[in-house]
T-cell receptor, first 115, second 117 residues
Framework: EPEVTQTPSHQVTQMGQEVILRCVPI?????FYWYRQILGQKVEFLVS????????KSEIFDDQFSVERPDGSNFTLKIRSTKLEDSAMYFC?????????????FGPGTRLTVL | KQEVTQIPAALSVPEGENLVLNCSFT??????LQWFRQDPGKGLTSLLL?????REQTSGRLNASLDKSSGRSTLYIAASQPGDSATYLC????????????????FGKGTHLIIQP
């Protein structure tokens, strides 16, 4: 069964450094998403992406964040200057067509630790 | 702003029992509602999706209902098994699809379920 994959599974970085989290969505899907989950808290929406541009973003997704689809398979989240509070599990998701029957499929996550 | 609440926060029951997990949301203008399962340190696995026009969906031992007007959904698990132990998350797509965008899900905090062998 097709699945969303994410790399790395765990990333440790120093405060102020840039990190890039990578995702490979399911191949025939058109909509891509990033979510984060701070330990012990709710899963929170960050951004959605369709047709090579951002469709929607939350108030969390400020100027330190950016997303890109650099080729036909990868979808990346860049955090420009990491802060301690960026430590979280980051999930990528994809969905096929954006209709009301459309399930979002999640990857296994990247655990980001900012020291 | 859409808020999703799940009750109870934690539940521990003996194997074999039927159980109900509850989800409520504040804005009834949803596109669909999804139930997910999350195992410790893992990603989210989609269990069921209910469109806003539907009342329920079934998959195996799972049945999810939706009462959009009252802002409630329930997940019924029949004949629970130890392998059902996980955190169950409810999420809503809070806006109507207009043909141009992709909507982020709003999640509840989850119900942590333990099935005792």
């Amino acid at each position: 069964e097709p699945e969303v994959t994410q790399t790395p599974s765990h990333q440790v970085t120093q405060m102020g450094q840039e990190v890039i989290l990578r995702c490979v969505p399911i191949s025939n899907h058109l909509y891509f998403y990033w979510y984060r989950q701070i330990l012990g808290q709710k899963v929170e929406f960050l951004v959605s992406f369709y047709n090579n541009e951002i469709s929607e973003k939350s108030e969390i997704f400020d100027d330190q964040f950016s997303v890109e689809r650099p080729d036909g398979s990868n979808f990346t989240l860049k955090i420009r200057s990491t802060k301690l509070e960026d430590s979280a599990m980051y999930f990528c998701a994809s969905s096929e067509n954006g209709r009301d029957t459309d399930t979002q499929y999640f990857g296994p996550g990247t655990r980001l630790t900012v020291l | 702003k859409q808020e999703v609440t799940q009750i109870p926060a934690a539940l521990s029951v003996p194997e074999g029992e039927n159980l109900v997990l509850n989800c409520s949301f504040t804005d009834s203008a949803i596109y669909n509602l999804q139930w997910f399962r999350q195992d410790p340190g893992k990603g989210l696995t989609s269990l069921l999706l209910i469109q806003s026009s539907q009342r329920e969906q079934t998959s195996g031992r799972l049945n999810a209902s939706l009462d959009k007007s009252s802002g409630r959904s329930t997940l019924y698990i029949a004949a629970s098994q130890p392998g059902d132990s996980a955190t169950y998350l409810c999420a809503v797509s809070p806006t109507m699809y207009s043909g141009g965008g992709a909507d982020g899900l709003t999640f509840g905090k989850g119900t942590h379920l333990i099935i005792q062998p």
